[in-house]
């Protein structure tokens, strides 16, 4: 597989507070990559630095444009602004879903848009999103803060979606939802990803981060204490132990 992201020796601090000490890892085009980890292991602190919301004290983060890890010069995600990184095709589901509560669906799917001008390309992916979601078609003109939980989520799934990313950037996608919408969320997920868009994915629900993704990544105060195929760390004593809940 091609290179899509890597991130070499990252550090990023809060003020003295060493949040990141030194990641590394890459994903690659295609794949499903999950970090887990308690609260406050560095998993969010992570997909903000990737956007361009925080700046690292130190390392750098690569990203080839066109998918090609290798054939193309990369561009330095940590060097860019946020809305750059958008443009560059990266964008983010952030925790906690903050969507535009005083904007109806449509306007809050129109806000993922804003850095595009193409009509045709727009209005394609908005057909894409209601496919994905029918729900969002059925309350098309709703008042975003009106929508249940669950709803909400997939709204900013679908806001994501809007600005037509290579590399999708999911936070606690799960939080809060019942156990019925998170099953309908991942399959979600793992139907975007079929449609070819790469994702990162930060997830308290263990078992369901590491049966979704290929890859994956446990984050322990700020450094990756384990990593592998998910295959292999669903059967690590550790994890069983530590995330999934078993003795």
């Not at 848009?113 to 059925?138: C, H, W």
């Not at 019925?180 to 790469?198: C, D, E, K, M, P």
């Not at 990162?200 to 590491?210: D, G, Y």
Request: net charge neutral.
């Amino acid at each position: 597989m091609s290179t899509l992201l890597q991130i070499d020796d990252l550090h990023v601090s809060y003020g003295a507070i060493r949040a990141l000490r030194g990641i590394s890892f890459k994903v690659d085009k295609g794949a499903v990559v999950t970090l887990i980890g308690a609260n406050g292991a560095g998993k969010s602190t992570l997909l903000r630095t990737i956007s361009g919301l925080l700046r690292p004290k130190q390392g750098q983060i690569l990203y080839w444009a066109d998918g090609n890890g290798g054939s193309e010069q990369p561009c330095r995600l940590s060097d860019l602004q946020a809305h750059d990184v958008v443009r560059k095709g990266v964008a983010q589901v952030p925790e906690g879903r903050i969507i535009f509560a005083n904007l109806s669906v449509k306007e809050n799917l129109q806000m993922g848009a804003f850095t595009r001008n193409d009509k045709a390309g727009i209005a394609q992916d908005m057909d894409y999103v209601m496919s994905l979601f029918p729900r969002l078609a059925e309350r098309i003109k709703q008042n975003a803060g009106t929508l249940s939980g669950g709803e909400q989520q997939m709204l900013a799934i679908g806001r994501a979606l809007m600005s037509r990313p290579r590399l999708l950037l999911l936070d606690e996608p799960s939080l809060g939802l019942s156990p019925v919408l998170v099953q309908t969320v991942f399959a979600t997920i793992r139907q975007i990803n079929g449609n070819g868009t790469t994702i990162l994915l930060v997830e308290q629900n263990a078992h369901m981060a590491l049966t979704t993704a290929q890859t994956g990544f446990v984050l322990e105060t700020g450094t990756i204490a384990l990593s592998g195929p998910c295959s292999e760390l669903l059967h690590s004593d550790d994890v069983r132990r530590t995330y999934l809940g078993e003795n």
